[in-house]
């Protein structure tokens, strides 16, 4: 596609269910970024996939928090028995590579609502 | 550490001018700018890169300053499509990794 894709852009799920989030990034991008926004405030870093591994997993706030990446391409962040408070939009980022002067696309985001 | 951003809004008319700052307590390898409308992604405006190098689009102007580890971004002359929030994201560890501020809204008004 021509963009990052995420699916689905609604998630409403009751306190203590599991949820997957799908990010597609752009085709040939090597790293990949989730980060977690709540309303009002800028995009909190999760985690970031270098191909298939996870290079930095530092941002997910507890082990009820997974992300995969198998093939390198699309990538599924897991959330085990969620909370009310994991309540945000989850954004999905990809780049051509890793570096520091490679820019990031961002999709539109999944917005996970736990009731 | 999340970098701070003033003014947290701002008011302009087409054609006037304004300027958003990031500030940070920590040296910074590079700064990533970009401004999201609502319910949309955030979009790349610019980078800017410790030793003065910068990539972006060319009506948008910013600044690094390394020694102050504050970076400005400079609205010239803007436009209604300027409207959004701004956000700057920070490389504080070397590690490519960014933090972002809490944002800044530009409205522009006719």
């Known amino acids: 596609g021509a963009g990052v894709s995420q699916t689905p852009s609604n998630k409403v799920t009751e306190k203590g269910k599991y949820v997957e989030l799908r990010c597609d990034p752009i085709?040939?991008?090597?790293?990949l970024y989730w980060y977690r926004q709540s309303l009002g405030q800028g995009p909190e870093f999760l985690i970031y996939?270098?191909?298939?591994?996870?290079?930095?997993d530092s941002g997910l706030p507890n082990d009820r928090f997974f992300a995969v990446r198998p093939e390198g391409s699309v990538s599924t962040l897991k959330i085990q028995r969620t909370e009310r408070g994991d309540s945000a939009v989850y954004l999905c980022?990809?780049?051509?590579?890793?570096?520091?002067?490679?820019?990031?696309?961002f999709g539109q985001g999944t917005r996970l609502t736990v009731v | 550490q999340q970098p701070v951003q003033s003014p947290q809004a701002v008011i302009l008319r087409e054609g006037e001018d304004a300027v958003i700052n990031c500030s940070s307590s920590?040296?910074?390898?590079?700064v990533h700018w970009y401004r999201q409308k609502h319910g949309e992604a955030p979009v790349f405006l610019m980078i800017?890169?410790?030793?003065?190098e910068q990539k972006g689009h060319e009506k948008i102007s910013a600044s690094f300053n390394e020694k102050k580890q504050q970076s400005s971004l400079y609205l010239t002359a803007s436009q209604l499509s300027y409207s959004g929030t701004y956000f700057c994201?920070?490389?504080?560890?070397?590690?490519?990794?960014?933090?972002f501020g809490a944002g800044t809204t530009v409205t522009v008004r006719a």
């Open positions: 980022a990809s780049s051509l590579h890793q570096g520091r002067d490679t820019e990031a696309f």
């Open positions: 085709s040939g991008h090597t790293a």
């Open positions: 996939f270098q191909g298939t591994g996870a290079a930095d």
């Open positions: 920590k040296a910074l390898y590079s």
């Open positions: 800017l890169l410790k030793g003065g």
């Open positions: 994201g920070t490389e504080d560890h070397g590690d490519y990794k960014l933090s």
